[in-house]
């Protein structure tokens, strides 16, 4: 999965545009300006609610083309904040890394010093710093908002399989050119390891754990963790937004192309590659060792109705032109209908585990 999407020479994500109805999916940002902008209104409530730390530093892991960053940048400016905080773009992609520098900035520079922990900055036309950063480690430690949309979903996972009591890996194997009778057979299968692999030895399945095969991400951890630590060191908020469940899921592993559900051990690297995030793990690891307390996950329809989406709907219809009201209503029902993307899709947020008290009294903006 990490090679096929995110390969310096051909992943898949990495010298293309995929978003969009030329792409092979599209994302909710992308859908309607009601997204990013319901979602920039709560950062900036929940901010406050923390006491208005300054500076600050709005961090977005895997943001696509730039879509939801600019939404939240252009409600935070109206917010007058000046010069009090910057933009950080984790990003491994190159080109999703200048479509999201044409989107954002006024003008951009790349860093060829290696030694750089960014490897793009720019400035937006309101004086806004962006940096861009390959991993979460290179993002300075200071007071953080962490945006993550679709970015989990995106990340490798390990697929596990219990055999009587220990956990065996599902490997992906190399089909012999003899068995691959015709060109639509993939070239690849799935084999069940021998024995315990190093990562179904090291995965700690939660007491009574009911599933017999289910997925998991390593990667999701160690950013989970890493997470952690920053927000109770240097204070800090999460929000992750992406498809997911709670620990009841075993095998989501699959691909699309061209808006279609497509075989993953085909062509890979011409399709996008995705499992739904397991939101009980992230949750576990993330309040592991008490630094942090988690809120969710709530369906995204809900957060967004919370939030006053259907207020915010009707301001914008007074305010475009008559032509523009379907696309404007059609798009946020299709991000609120539960028969849509209301349900499958789950806001989670993570906060100091210091501030517990003072959340129970203002409680989380949409979490409620
Ligand atoms: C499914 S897209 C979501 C894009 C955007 N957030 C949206 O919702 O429209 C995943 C994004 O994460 C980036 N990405 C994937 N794996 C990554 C990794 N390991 N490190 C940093 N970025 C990554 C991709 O290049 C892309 O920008």
Same mark, same amino acid.
């Given at each position: 999965?990490?090679?096929?999407?995110?390969?310096?020479?051909?992943?898949?994500?990495?010298?293309?545009?995929?978003?969009?109805?030329?792409?092979?999916?599209?994302?909710?940002?992308?859908?309607?300006?009601?997204?990013?902008?319901?979602?920039?209104?709560?950062?900036?409530?929940?901010? +406050?609610?923390?006491? %208005?730390?300054?500076?600050?530093?709005?961090?977005? *892991?895997?943001?696509?083309?730039?879509?939801? &960053? =600019? $939404?939240?940048?252009?409600?935070?400016?109206?917010?007058?904040?000046?010069?009090?905080?910057?933009?950080?773009?984790?990003?491994?992609?190159?080109?999703?890394?200048?479509?999201?520098?044409?989107?954002?900035?006024?003008?951009?520079?790349?860093?060829?010093?290696?030694?750089?922990?960014?490897?793009?900055?720019?400035?937006?036309?309101?004086?806004?710093?962006?940096?861009?950063?390959?991993?979460?480690?290179?993002?300075?430690?200071?007071?953080?908002?962490?945006?993550?949309?679709?970015?989990?979903?995106?990340?490798?996972?390990?697929?596990?399989?219990?055999?009587?009591?220990?956990?065996?890996?599902?490997?992906?194997?190399?089909?012999?050119?003899?068995?691959?009778?015709?060109?639509?057979?993939?070239?690849? +299968?799935?084999?069940? %390891?021998?024995?315990?692999?190093?990562?179904?030895? *090291?995965?700690?399945?939660?007491?009574?754990? &009911? =599933? $017999?095969?289910?997925?998991?991400?390593?990667?999701?951890?160690?950013?989970?963790?890493?997470?952690?630590?920053?927000?109770?060191?240097?204070?800090?908020?999460?929000?992750?937004?992406?498809?997911?469940?709670?620990?009841?899921?075993?095998?989501?592993?699959?691909?699309?192309?061209?808006?279609?559900?497509?075989?993953?051990?085909?062509?890979?690297?011409?399709?996008?590659?995705?499992?739904?995030?397991?939101?009980?793990?992230?949750?576990?690891?993330?309040?592991?060792?008490?630094?942090?307390?988690?809120?969710?996950?709530?369906?995204?329809?809900?957060?967004?109705?919370?939030?006053?989406?259907?207020?915010?709907?009707?301001?914008?219809?007074?305010?475009?032109?008559?032509?523009?009201?379907?696309?404007?209503?059609?798009?946020?029902?299709?991000?609120?209908?539960?028969?849509?993307?209301?349900?499958?899709?789950?806001?989670?947020?993570?906060?100091?585990?210091?501030?517990?008290?003072?959340?129970?009294?203002?409680?989380?903006?949409?979490?409620?």
């Amino acid at each position: 999965m990490r090679e096929v999407l995110t390969n310096p020479l051909s992943g898949y994500y990495m010298h293309r545009d995929v978003f969009g109805r030329e792409g092979d999916f599209i994302t909710s940002p992308e859908i309607c300006q009601i997204f990013g902008e319901l979602v920039a209104i709560w950062v900036v409530s929940e901010w +406050r609610k923390l006491g %208005s730390p300054l500076p600050f530093q709005i961090v977005e *892991l895997g943001p696509g083309r730039g879509t939801l &960053a =600019r $939404d939240v940048l252009k409600v935070l400016t109206k917010f007058k904040f000046g010069g009090q905080f910057s933009m950080h773009m984790v990003e491994i992609s190159p080109h999703l890394s200048k479509v999201q520098g044409q989107r954002l900035c006024f003008s951009t520079e790349t860093v060829t010093d290696e030694s750089s922990p960014h490897y793009q900055t720019g400035k937006t036309a309101t004086g806004t710093h962006v940096y861009w950063h390959k991993r979460l480690e290179d993002v300075p430690r200071a007071f953080s908002i962490v945006l993550a949309h679709e970015f989990f979903d995106a990340l490798p996972v390990h697929k596990l399989q219990r055999d009587g009591k220990l956990w065996k890996e599902v490997l992906i194997d190399v089909n012999s050119r003899d068995s691959v009778d015709s060109d639509n057979q993939p070239d690849f +299968r799935y084999v069940i %390891s021998k024995a315990q692999t190093p990562v179904s030895h *090291l995965y700690q399945p939660i007491t009574n754990e &009911a =599933r $017999d095969c289910l997925e998991y991400s390593l990667d999701t951890d160690r950013i989970i963790s890493m997470m952690a630590e920053r927000f109770e060191i240097d204070g800090g908020i999460g929000l992750i937004m992406d498809y997911g469940h709670f620990g009841e899921k075993g095998d989501t592993f699959r691909a699309f192309k061209k808006h279609k559900l497509h075989e993953p051990l085909l062509a890979p690297g011409t399709a996008d590659l995705t499992a739904d995030v397991d939101f009980r793990q992230i949750k576990r690891i993330a309040e592991e060792h008490g630094k942090v307390i988690c809120f969710g996950p709530v369906e995204q329809g809900t957060f967004l109705k919370k939030m006053e989406g259907d207020t915010r709907l009707e301001q914008l219809l007074a305010f475009a032109l008559p032509e523009n009201h379907d696309i404007i209503r059609s798009g946020y029902k299709m991000l609120t209908d539960p028969t849509q993307m209301g349900k499958r899709f789950k806001f989670f947020s993570i906060f100091p585990a210091v501030v517990r008290k003072h959340l129970e009294k203002f409680p989380v903006s949409g979490f409620q």
